[in-house]
């Protein structure tokens, strides 16, 4: 129950912060917006996204609640994403992305831990993939595009945005009647994650940066997060305007990029629990490399739509240098000021700046400009992972065997 509570939950933070780039191509016009204007207004949310994961993650981890703060992020980012429906300019748009991304960047710092402790450890990779990586593709990245683009076809883009609050308010009410609050300090939940760190700290941030995996995850989170947000900021428009594909064309190529986010998003942390998190990170970020490219170079809407299924693997990888790396190598009382740090630096410099800049380019050469900086950015990745300690409990285990066999 909690996994599907949880999965829905972080599927609609992702169908809310995707619309606007679904919607792009029908409000830029009428707005007057640049390409760069694109870019702001696709790295606006992330920079709210980063003051609100690494506060609400360290206020959470100060008090140790996690529903109550749940909820009310619910019902704030419901309310701003439906008033984007209201601008009458980029100022006014800016202001409201602003806001609906300050909530959405407190619930993954909340939930994932919640995840974390309700999972066993050979199910704790798949788990917390589903809860961020699945649930992210099926809402956010297939019932996205189509959902929205149908909306503003048939009704107009502001209805789009207003017909968010009704299933914000159900989830709102699901958190509320059916999760129990996580409490990482009481006793039960201690002796039932023995495999989890959790010698005794009281250094907050400095805790959590003094482990070499936090900041290697800092470092991917820069660079994963500009592969991520240039990819979706940029990809819409591209597809319109540098290959000429209609509404349908654009919804059907998008849906391929959901269909991985589903995909993947499960089977590489899945994958992570039998192989290691370092192997995943590594092949998969490789292959995730190639869809900005396959974006550039492919015209035919069927192929670049197979494309992009088997190449998209890099939100499978955000689990794992996001969360599950992270909460298997800090402890327990600085959990979620880990998550909280790795994801908002990301969103402030890979999701904020990145996308802004690439939109820069854009207008000064072409949108061929914003494909290369996604499909550098995850080569860079590729390199950082090599630097990974394994932490994957399978793994570890069977290092300690070996050395005490020896």
Known sequence: MLLAVLFSTFGFVFFDRLALNYLTPFFKDELNLSNADVGLLGGIPALAWAVAGISVGFLSDRIDRRKSLLIAAICAFTLFSALSGLVGGLASLLLFRALMGGAEGAVLPLIQPMMMHSSTPRRRGLNMGLVQGSSAGL???IVGPIVTVWLAESYGWRFAFYATVIPGLVLALLVLKLVRDLRLRHPATVAMDADVPDVPSTGGLGAALRSRNVVICLLISVFYLTWFVTTQTFTPLYLAEMKGFGAGQLG??????????VLWGALVPGISDRVGRKPAMIGFSVLAALSPLAIIGIDSPGLLFVTLIVTYTGLGCFTLFMATIPAETVPRAVMATALGLIMGTGEIVGGFVAPYLAGLLSDAFNLNASMLISSGAAAVVVLLSFALKETAP???????QRAEAQ
């Open 252 to 261: 059907f190529v998008l849906s391929g990029i959901g269909i991985a986010w």
């Open 139 to 141: 809402l956010g990245g």
């Open 394 to 400: 399978i793994r570890v285990a069977r290092r300690t």
